[in-house]
């Protein structure tokens, strides 16, 4: 070969490596679509909220619903007719007449001095009294719960007043020996005034009533330093001085204190269930509610019945047995305002794509006017109108009626309460109707035709996006 021939095919060899250096391979071609769907992603990442979802599910929400409430009676407290010692004929939280027997006093206090000197042998208990201590006892021990030990004082004070009753009868059957004795002439029996049940204590609120009542009644503080009286046998009075308190009428209630919202949900509920935490017991009871003088809510809980049981106490504790609203639960930071348009009804048509939507009217730049179809997706309906997104209309648009010359401007506004759905990946309004709500969550209605479902994923916290926004979770 000669040496031109040789440097010829160099020539060619060296043109035909330099034309495969610089041919594109698709490999690049692939990579340079990738590298420019990343930077496009890249961007609207950046341009976008990363916000925390929260995924919709059933729920029920279980307030506290247990209160301290102050029991309120119509209660009268009896002052004594004498100066002397006092004794009484009933234990407490029996029912007494019109008329009955309530209590003697004894002037000079040498009556029971006699009293004792003259039975210390013998015992003033008969065994009907032993046995009637000894059922006491008994029940007592059958229902006693370790658990709630305050008992044992309630039934401590129950067979002392038993035992006072017993007591006290056999004094009676004395004094009436006694009849035409300097002794008798300086005893006094004094009846009651009216028919109730009797107590032998009172307390710095007897006799308040609903309306006298304020928040500051409620505090820890006041319920300590609430005065309690015990009146006793034997006790030295003064004329005038309270001897016993006489609750006149089944007719009581307990008054709590809350917040507006539950007050306003009680009040609406008219009649709720009431369960007392001292002894379980269940009943219903009417609302009513009022606000103080210093802005606080007050709800008063009247019942018909049962009133013996709490007659001697002044502050409870009770829950109340309110239906729980169940429904779709959703957080309240969740829950957003939202304005929209009114357009009436009769103004939404269907587009080609099968979209509701408006026929705006638009006007090019030699104001030559035209029809165009636009887009818009009812949030929700009055009776005659629906609710248009703010995004795709504004005030002053004009839209014509469908079949007719009619023309409607675009002008009145209202609220409606929602979340973001972020199911497809942006912020969509979605109106929800709440059932019942407390501090951290809302109860509301599920499958409403705007609003949401189950398994539905809204926004956690509504205020860090605008309606749109591209969602990166």
């Known amino acids: 070969m000669s040496e031109y021939q040789r440097q010829n095919r160099h020539a060619s060899a060296q043109r035909r490596r330099s034309k495969r250096r610089h041919t594109p391979h698709i490999s690049v071609f692939l990579f340079l679509i990738i590298l420019l769907y990343l930077i496009i992603n890249l961007v609207s990442y ?46 407490n939280e029996d029912r007494i007449g019109v008329g009955q027997l309530a209590y003697t006093v004894d002037e000079s206090g040498q009556i029971m001095e006699y009293l004792s000197s003259a039975s210390s042998d013998d015992s003033f208990l008969n065994d009907s009294d032993y046995q009637q201590i000894q059922t006491d006892i008994v029940t007592f021990l059958d229902g006693f719960d370790a658990s709630s030990f305050s008992s044992v004082y309630e039934f401590r004070d129950e067979l002392k007043s038993s035992v006072q009753k017993m007591a006290s009868s056999y004094i009676l059957d004395d004094i009436d020996q006694l009849s035409g004795s300097d002794l008798s002439s300086s005893i006094h029996e004094c009846t009651a005034k009216n028919t109730g049940v009797i107590t032998f204590n009172t307390d710095s609120m007897a006799g308040k009533t609903f309306d006298d009542l304020t928040s500051e009644d409620f505090a820890p503080a006041s319920q300590s330093a609430l005065k309690k009286t015990e009146f006793e046998n034997n006790q030295l009075v003064v004329k005038g001085d309270p001897v016993y308190r006489l609750c006149t009428s089944e007719n009581w209630s307990v008054a709590i204190e809350t917040d507006s919202d539950t007050a306003k949900a009680l009040v609406d509920e008219a009649y709720i269930q009431v369960r007392f935490l001292k002894n379980q017991e269940t009943l219903w009871a009417s609302v009513s509610s009022r606000t103080d003088d210093t802005g606080g809510t007050l709800v008063n809980l009247s019942f018909s019945n049962s009133m013996i049981d709490f007659c001697n106490d002044r502050y409870v504790r009770l829950e109340l047995l309110t239906e729980q609203k169940k429904g779709l639960k959703v957080p309240n930071t969740s829950i957003v305002q939202s304005d929209f348009f009114l357009v009436p009804k009769d103004y939404i048509t269907t587009g080609p794509s099968g979209n509701q939507g408006v026929l705006l009217e638009t006007y090019d730049e030699d104001g030559v006017k035209s029809i165009v179809f636009t887009e818009a997706t009812p949030y929700s309906e009055a009776d005659d109108s629906y609710y248009l997104d703010e995004s795709v209309l504004k005030a002053g648009d004009v839209i014509d009626k469908p079949d007719s010359t009619d023309t409607f401007t675009i002008s009145d506004q209202a609220q409606l309460t929602g979340v973001y759905n972020i199911n497809r990946g942006y912020a969509d309004f979605r109106e929800i109707s709440i059932l019942y709500q407390n501090d951290e969550y809302a109860i509301v209605q599920p499958n409403s035709p705007y609003g949401l479902r189950e398994y539905d994923h809204i926004v956690l916290n509504a205020s860090a996006v605008t309606p749109d926004t591209i969602i990166y979770q």
């Open 46 to 91: 950046t341009r976008s909220s990363a916000v925390a979802g929260y995924e919709v599910r059933t729920g029920s929400l279980s307030g506290n619903q247990i209160y301290t409430g102050i029991v309120l009676r119509q209660e009268e407290v009896e002052g004594s007719e004498y100066d002397g010692y006092v004794n009484y004929f009933h234990k």
